[in-house]
């Protein structure tokens, strides 16, 4: 198995009021400098906790169900509807929780063979394999 190409960036949210805006134009500063896009996005479980706050607060109507959950079933005791996906026409973005980013940092991650926990995947064990958490 070859080496898998990882390019990473580093982000900082300062405005969870414009939480979808910052995410695109990080996305577009990522693809002007790596000339492809990223399909993952990396935060930690706070950061997330905040974006899915605003998400259902200003945009409810934009959350779409998912086949992987029941939104009935997955709210918080706030009624908040998880976020697990960003998407535009150009690029899909799959989030993932790192708790090791400080919260309102967030990594924008292109890897071309990405693995995401619970899949079954073989790999040889002397190599650097990256695991993807998926929030939902």
């Known amino acids: 198995m070859s080496k898998n190409s990882i390019f990473k960036m580093i982000c900082y949210m300062s405005d969870y009021t414009l939480w979808d805006e910052t995410i695109h134009e990080n996305v577009l500063r990522f693809h002007k400098l790596y000339s492809i896009y990223p399909n993952i996005m990396l935060a930690s479980k706070n950061t997330w906790d905040k974006i899915d706050e605003f998400a259902n607060l200003l945009h409810p109507d934009s959350i779409i169900d998912s086949d992987d959950y029941i ?56 190599e650097d394999v990256v695991i993807y958490r998926r929030i939902a």
Do not use: Q, R
């Open 71 to 126: 939104f009935d079933e997955d709210m918080d005791e706030n009624g908040i509807k998880p976020i697990s996906s960003f998407e535009s026409d150009d690029y899909t973005l799959h989030f993932c929780v790192d708790e090791k980013a400080n919260e309102n940092y967030f990594f924008l991650v292109f890897d071309e063979d990405p693995i995401f926990d619970g899949e079954p995947y073989e790999y040889d064990e002397s």
